[in-house]
């Protein structure tokens, strides 16, 4: 016998991280009865770690269509950022000054302009290009890059915001437009119909939306999904609040709207541990510095770990299930930057079957295995 | 660098546990992060002069002979040390005079003692308003006494002794506003069997009370809404001027590099406060971490340096059967002491400020729990209380508290912050040039 | 705000914003402030308040002032020595990198 009924929707979302929350604020916005389930405070949240870039150069190598949906993502942001913050009065601090990738040595250039060459190649529109060392300072006046700098990738594309602010103004929002959120209701069970057994009871809905992270593999499997994703680990360092003196993201190091600075981060393959090492802060450390040497002297006051999302191919996952007809799944590393197309899209997708063109290349039928000769 | 015991804090746990470790051959390396031995509670004790040792008296005195034990136990003392990461392993990294290194060790005694609990009142962080301990460390260590009208508010046994001592002292100690009702207990005291366990305890609380009294001190007893206005003191009632504020609700143990390790902890309902969970002999889960004196649960200095010395006799395979009797007896006291002194129950009011390094008030966490915060670490997100340089020392207990309170459940069940490291903050200088290996990290 | 008991000699001088403040031998560089009637250190970073010591003991981090040029640095757990340098920060600095 399974738990008591606690309540039913128009809609559940597992998952109150930010892809979860992007598409549930969407379907709200719709009129849609939707319920928003999330674990506790333990969960392994990348939604808590993120470091906060609104990213496209690189993104979508071997998938064009995902370099196209982040390049659309990013271009909606502003607007979105400013409609979250008419809706529910919190700034997400989004800044679109562009990007950069530093690099450190005739090696590091080398390869980045191959693989904005080969983005090149793939697809119309790719924007990042290389700047010299001249440049980027002309760009950036007032920086000092260590002696290693040769020069970076830009991009005028790229840009921040505060992830913890977003996730704050997408839930706010989300309560704003009638949507209801349960914490402490993890899933264990969903069953057709659908009926999603949950820590704080049972709840039942037409459509559902798997959008809970790392959870998704074991979830996925009980609507007829499979969703081959693995946990990385990401360390990430942050320094006391400093004078503004970085005007715009270098790639792993930037500085927020409350003046510390963001060094990231590690890609790990250690399963489900969140733990932080000296070695990795460390190396995290001597790189900020030999990128930008003024950060030795700020003081390091808090570090962590969080577990990316990662498909096999490092590009989103988006899926219908062909047996569970309502069962949707979401799932990706780049929670941040997609979260303006996924408030704007996926309700679209999820309520009426729209998609935009070219949309099923996110399926994961792109992981089967072609049938053998 | 390798050591058969390395030892964070030399306070009295630390230092009774090096000399105790040393005299059995194991080689000891003890880190702290005052300039001189003696933790908090024997602050300064080499420098003390006649004058001083008169106002502090003999509970502080006595701990001279045992920092002069432990200078004389050829131990490798490292003062200015401060310990910002403790690995299972057991790895200690710290930093000393600017320059991070790590060391290792068979195993590790967290001795890091105990802090006052902050208090967080409205205009508790205006300037002159410090916590009462605070008043007696700048006393032990410099000599000061406070120089206008001194009002001392809150509860515990220190508060009492602190006034006391101020007024030995030549301070003008205008009132002593206790928070609960735990003062007219020592009324009632000479009435009770001298045999009780902490008659001594009672006694001495009773005097206390008197010698205030009597130096026209105004004392007043379960006293409610304070508030610090910044040349005053307000409570429901009244308001007494004065030109510092001195709060105090008890000690709690640090347990910051013991959480960062990754040790359990329990939340103990009578005194509010989260200690490590360890046996008799101060070990723990991790076989190579032990932890000794208030760090594990507050029991005062002359138990902290039983429990080090019982911790090290064990280290060192040693039968400690002893010292365990006699840290018995100093325990057995300990009950009536809690209940003579039980913590303030009521929650701060929702203007009170709670995160000082992030300006977070009680009001601020209130609300981030009814828009979805289901315990501390969701509450860092929604808020950012606990992110500043303190690392949720000053707001931790009392956050954990009000997310309880807010949500109906014992504080044990919404648990406490995630402690990462650094626990004290390091320059990126610092930690880039510690020698040994670095992860390589990548351009994006 | 505080004096000193007169068995602790002030024989040592340190500067604090360019002015000569005593100090004893052994004192933190927040006791030497504190006995020259110095209360507050700093200006809260976020609501821009002024702050002094809480703990005296390197818990709060509420004493943080400039010391020989290196911003940040907890008064309470530095010791003083002749000729060393403090500035309190004005509301809003930070270090700059």
Known sequence: MGAMLEGTADIIVVGGGLVGAAAAYGLAGKGLDVLMLDEGDDAFRAARGNFGLVWVQTKGFGLQRYQEWSQESADRYAGFAAELADLTGIDIHHERPGGAILCLGDAEWEAQRQLNETMAEQGDGYHARMVERRELERMAPGVRFGQEVVGASFSEKDGHCGPLYLLRALHAGFKAKGGRYRPGARVRHIERGFRVETDAGAFEAPKLLLAAGNGIPLLAPMVGLQVPTAPERGQVLVTERAEPFLPMPMGNIRQTAEGTVMIGATQESVGFDTGTTLEAARGLAQRAIRALPGLQQLRLVRSWAALRVIPPDRCPIYDESETHPGAFVATMHSGVTLAAIHAARLPDWIAEGRTADGFEAFSARRFDVPAAA | MSADLAIVGAGPAGMAAAVEAAKHGLSVVVLDDQPEPGGQIYRAIERAGPRLRTILGGEYAAGEALVRDFRAAGIDYRPDSAVWRLDAGARIAYSRNGTASTLTAD????????????????????????????????????????????????????????????????????????????????????????????????????????????????????????????????????????????LHEGVVPQTHLSRQAGLAHRWQTEQRHWAPVVDAAGRTAEETLIVAGDAAGIAGARAAALSGRIAARTAAGKEPAELAAALARERAMRPLLDRLFPPRTALPDDEAPVCRCESITAGDIRRAVRDGAMGPNQLKAFSRAGMGPCQGRMCGLAAAEIVADERGLPVEEVGSFRIRPPVKPLTLGELASMEGEAAEAEAL | MFRRLPEREASITIEVDGAPVPAAPGDSVAAAMLAAGIAAFRHAPVDGGPRGPWCAMGVCFECLVEIDGEPNRQACMTTVREGLRVARRPAGARPKP
Do not use: H, N
């Open chain 2, 107 to 246: 195993r590790v005694l967290i001795a890091t003692g105990a802090m006052e609990r902050p208090v967080p009142i409205p205009g508790a962080d205006r300037p002159g308003v410090m916590g009462a301990g605070a008043a007696q460390v700048l006393l032990k260590a410099s000599g000061l006494v406070p120089a206008g009208r001194v009002v001392l508010a809150g509860a515990g046994p220190l508060l009492l002794l602190v006034g006391c001592q101020l007024l030995d002292a030549g301070a003008d100690v205008a009132a002593v506003l206790e928070t609960t009702a735990g003062g007219d207990y020592l009324d009632a005291a000479p009435a009770l069997p001298r045999a009780l366990a902490g008659w001594r305890d009672l006694a001495k609380g009773v005097a206390m009370k008197r010698r205030l009294k009597r130096a026209g001190v105004v004392f007043r007893s379960g006293v409610g809404g304070l508030a610090a206005t910044g040349d005053s003191v307000r409570f429901d009632g009244g308001e007494i001027a004065c030109d510092l504020l001195l």
